[in-house]
């Protein structure tokens, strides 16, 4: 471990962030509102601190060493940090837990925070950080409380509830089919909708209704279900996306299900921990409101069915 007096101050690294940002030790200057040679000493004691040429110099401009753009981006993330901590402690003070929570986007849009109102009214001393996770796999390596995620229930060192099971379903704005699709072959002749974060998907709904089609990969492709959703809106093309996802387009009409077959045993959604955290009050407290939220939301559907 680094002696303290190894460890770079925070004004060397505001200083050397706000010249990286603007290349410049004089608009770095203004910004801090320092001289322009207190910005320069304090990279420069940065420099030496370190042993490396962060910055190339000359009469005219400013440049970043290659090491000098790594050190960039780690100490930008650092500061980031330390500035939302600050805040977190400032606005929640010493009698709140922060419950640290990573979900899907498009499952943090349309489930999540419909799933999570009034939480923080009924519970106030539960402060809530929703990270979103824009990729398309989960690693134990996440600083989490919990985690709301697609699979099969199994993740290293964690404990999972499964919340429901997906249904995938076909859809497109109203006016956006030439006419109702009387066989699943005709559907080759519209745009399919592709999302990177489930990329087979296309193939398997046709080949579990025991249609060949060369067209499974073909279309235009989103990083999220979100996307695809708000492009089948707009008449982009035919989504395949989680029922679950799209309840509230089907029931104001702004989409409609283009076939009506539903795709199952894609895996299910799930509620997760890690194991040592399961006896935690905040996640006990959590993982009640959720189950309350499904049940509430069940005997809804029951009752309007």
């Known amino acids: 471990m680094l002696s303290f007096r190894k460890y770079p101050s925070t004004t060397a690294m505001q200083c050397f962030e706000t010249a990286a940002r603007h290349l410049s030790f004089t608009k770095a200057a203004q910004e801090l509102h320092m001289t322009q040679s207190a910005v320069s000493k304090q990279v420069a004691q940065l420099e030496e601190l370190l042993r490396l040429q962060l910055f190339q110099r000359s009469s005219q401009s400013l440049y970043l060493t290659p090491v000098g753009k790594k050190y960039y981006l780690e100490v930008e993330k650092?500061?980031?940090q330390?500035?939302?901590?600050?805040?977190?402690?400032m606005a929640h003070g010493?009698?709140?837990?922060?419950?640290?929570?990573?979900?899907?986007?498009?499952?943090?849009?349309?489930?999540?925070?419909?799933?999570?109102?009034?939480?923080?009214?009924?519970?106030?001393?539960?402060?809530?950080?929703?990270?979103?996770?824009?990729?398309?796999?989960?690693s134990e390596d996440h600083v989490l409380d919990i985690a709301f995620l697609h699979g099969d229930g199994v993740w290293?060192?964690?404990?999972?509830?499964?919340?429901?099971?997906?249904?995938?379903?076909?859809?497109?704005?109203?006016?956006?089919?030439?006419?109702?699709?009387?066989?699943?072959?005709?559907?080759?002749?519209?745009?399919?909708?592709?999302?990177n974060s489930r990329p087979s998907d296309w193939y398997y709904y046709f080949e579990r209704q025991g249609v060949n089609s060369n067209c499974s990969f073909i279309g235009p492709r989103f990083e999220t279900f979100y996307a695809c959703i708000t492009a089948a809106e707009l008449g982009?093309?035919?989504?395949?996306?989680?029922?679950?996802?799209?309840?509230?387009?089907?029931?104001?009409?702004?989409?409609i299900k283009a076939w009506d077959y539903e795709m199952k045993n894609m895996g299910n959604y799930y509620l997760a921990y890690p194991c040592h955290k399961g006896s935690m009050p905040k996640v006990k407290v959590m993982i009640e409101w959720v189950k309350n939220y499904i049940e509430k939301t069940n005997k809804e559907k029951m009752e309007c069915s």
């Open 78 to 80: 650092i500061l980031k």
């Open 156 to 195: 290293s060192g964690m404990e999972a509830i499964q919340l429901f099971e997906e249904e995938m379903i076909v859809v497109c704005r109203p006016d956006y089919l030439e006419k109702p699709l009387t066989s699943l072959c005709e559907i080759n002749s519209y745009v399919l909708l592709q999302s």
């Open 236 to 255: 982009c093309g035919i989504a395949l996306v989680p029922k679950i996802m799209v309840k509230n387009e089907l029931l104001t009409g702004k989409l």
């Open 94 to 138: 010493a009698e709140t837990e922060t419950i640290k929570i990573i979900a899907h986007p498009t499952f943090c849009a349309r489930w999540l925070i419909p799933a999570l109102k009034g939480f923080s009214k009924a519970h106030p001393n539960i402060h809530l950080d929703v990270k979103e996770l824009t990729q398309s796999f989960f």
């Open 82 to 89: 330390i500035e939302l901590s600050t805040i977190d402690v």
